[in-house]
């Protein structure tokens, strides 16, 4: 076998095309996994029944069946019931939801984490429930939460290949189309698994920081 840096470098421009929509992806579907999981934690901190069970029903059930499941679904089943969404605005929507479970249980334990005393103080100072949970019990529970976050993200970045069977030409979609054309599979692929492993780490070297300064 003999590496060919020609193909390399026909591969680049595509290869940046690619890199674009898997950042893209990866940036919009974590603002959603992040939001929408905060979301489901409020509300399985309810005191009504009514609401917890059926969250806990959705995002179990959400949890539970794969993400290329849930990608098919969303992309060929929804348009029968009217709503149509382009490929990449389906799979931020599906990997957002379906990370949105995981993030839940880290947000959980981030508040579940926060000493008693503090919830009592604010009792005790007779804050209102929105000013408690803004001032006191979420920016402590954040901090906790940074680090299985961050994981989550990396492994976010890695599921992004799962958009390509819905028609989302990320990294590994313009690999494939590009190989099959020119019959040139190794250094695509080679190409493309380095920009995994160098993403990830910056990432990594990124979140790091950030639990540095918020430890701080």
């Known amino acids: 076998m003999k590496w060919d840096w020609g ?35 409020l509300l399985m901190r309810s005191p009504t029944r009514w609401v917890r069970w059926p ?4 995002t179990e059930f959400v949890r539970d069946t794969p993400l290329l499941v849930q990608l098919f679904f ?15 605005a389906t799979g931020v929507l599906g990997i957002g939801l379906h990370y949105s479970t995981y993030t839940m249980q880290v947000y959980r334990a981030g ?4 000493p008693t005393g503090q919830w009592e103080a604010a009792t005790a100072l007779s804050l209102p429930v929105r000013r408690t949970w803004t001032a006191v019990i979420l920016p ?15 492994s976010m970045l890695k599921d992004t290949p ?3 069977p819905i028609g989302v030409l990320e990294m590994l979609g313009r690999a494939r189309l590009v ?14 698994g380095v920009a995994f492993i160098v993403i990830s780490y910056l990432a990594s070297l990124l979140l790091r920081t950030l639990e540095r300064r918020l430890v701080r």
């Open 7 to 41: 193909a390399v470098g026909d591969f680049m421009p595509y290869f940046w095309d690619g890199l674009l929509i898997t950042l893209e992806a990866l940036a919009l579907g974590s603002v959603i996994s992040f939001a929408l999981g905060l979301v489901w934690a």
């Open 55 to 58: 969250v806990g029903v959705v």
């Open 74 to 88: 969303l992309f060929y089943v929804l348009p029968e019931w009217g709503l149509t969404l382009s490929p990449l």
């Open 111 to 114: 508040i579940e984490a926060v």
């Open 140 to 154: 402590q529970a954040v901090r906790r939460v940074v680090p299985p976050l961050g994981n989550y993200v990396i």
């Open 162 to 164: 799962m958009l390509m």
């Open 179 to 192: 190989s099959q054309q020119h019959f040139q599979f190794t250094e695509p692929l080679t190409v493309i």
